[in-house]
């Protein structure tokens, strides 16, 4: 893939008002994100079957992944959905849930917005929330850890 079609991708995703993009051709993927109403945050296209990361002159630097954590007996609440993770129903309103309160599998442990709508996500399971895994207001993928939860 050449810049001239990186370019036009961006270009589409501002006027489209797209906040992400990816896309696999020919042996590259590329991937663009962007923050709400911003100027291109991550662009980044690299081989899919090299053995080692390729970067093109507009690839943001990679971060090092954190380090595997030790097997827990604790569960993880997943993002159902790709949107912006919210911990509380409006700015002003307490969260939801915090770090070591009980939840029942039909308790509403936050909001994500996802295409203007708002969607509550449900706990699906008792326990005790031990960890929150994602920031207020930020960016979630389908399958990405919310919470960890200590079942009982």
């Known amino acids: 893939m050449e810049i001239k079609d990186i370019k ?17 051709e ?27 990361p390729v970067h093109a002159p507009v690839a943001a630097p990679v971060v090092a992944a954190a380090p595997a954590p030790a097997v827990s ?5 997943k993002s159902p959905m790709v949107g912006t ?19 029942e599998p039909e308790t509403v ?6 295409m203007k709508v708002m969607n509550e996500i449900k706990a699906e399971t008792k326990g005790v929330i031990r960890k929150v895994c994602v920031e207020n207001a930020t960016s979630v993928e389908f399958g990405k850890p919310l919470f960890l939860v200590e079942p009982n």
Do not use: H, M
Not at 16 to 22: K, P
Not at 26 to 52: H, M, Y
Not at 109 to 114: K, M
């Open 73 to 77: 007996k604790l569960a993880e609440i």
């Open 26 to 52: 020919e042996g590259f993927r590329i991937a663009i994100k962007r923050k709400t109403g911003g100027d291109v945050v991550v662009a980044q296209q690299v081989p899919l079957f090299a053995p080692a």
């Open 8 to 24: 036009r991708i961006i270009e589409l995703a501002k006027e489209n008002d797209l906040t992400e993009f990816e896309l696999s």
């Open 85 to 103: 993770f919210y911990r509380s129903p409006s700015p002003d309103a307490e969260p939801f849930i915090a770090v070591g309160k009980e939840v």
């Open 109 to 114: 442990v936050c909001i994500i917005e996802a």
